[in-house]
Nanobody, 124 residues
Framework: HVQLVESGGGSVQAGGSLRLSCAAS????????MGWVRQAPGKEREWVAL???????SYADSVKGRFTASKDNAQNTLYLQMNSLKPEDTAMYYC???????????????????WGQGTQVTVS
């Protein structure tokens, strides 16, 4: 049974920082693409960061230079360090994992795989 549990969300002032964590269980961590996606009320889901099983990362243009995704395979944990937060970063942030396409994150971008329940980030 795969489970992804996010934590670390909260309220912060613009310019501040938050670090999100995603604890994964029930999967062979190093063989999955992992990622963070966010969704604000009334807006489409937006991919924020992806890390493939080889450790390569990619980011949405809106967060490049401000957000950093990383993972600890030994601890089965995914992180998202968010700096210089802006009000437009306000959203529910979800952790996701998929191994459908091997090392690629393609399946995750299609909405495949496993998803957490989300953690709210509010920037004012």
């Amino acid at each position: 049974h795969v489970q992804l549990v996010e934590s670390g969300g909260g309220s912060v002032q613009a310019g501040g920082s938050l670090r999100l964590s995603c604890a994964a269980s029930g999967l062979t961590y190093g063989r999955y693409c992992m990622g963070w996606v966010r969704q604000a009320p009334g807006k489409e889901r937006e991919w924020v960061a992806l890390i493939d099983s080889l450790g390569s990362t990619s980011y949405a243009d809106s967060v490049k230079g401000r957000f950093t995704a990383s993972k600890d395979n030994a601890q089965n944990t995914l992180y998202l360090q968010m700096n210089s937060l802006k009000p437009e970063d306000t959203a529910m942030y979800y952790c996701a994992a998929d191994g459908t396409y091997g090392t690629s994150c393609y399946g995750l971008t299609l909405g495949l795989g496993y998803w957490g329940q989300g953690t709210q980030v509010t920037v004012s």
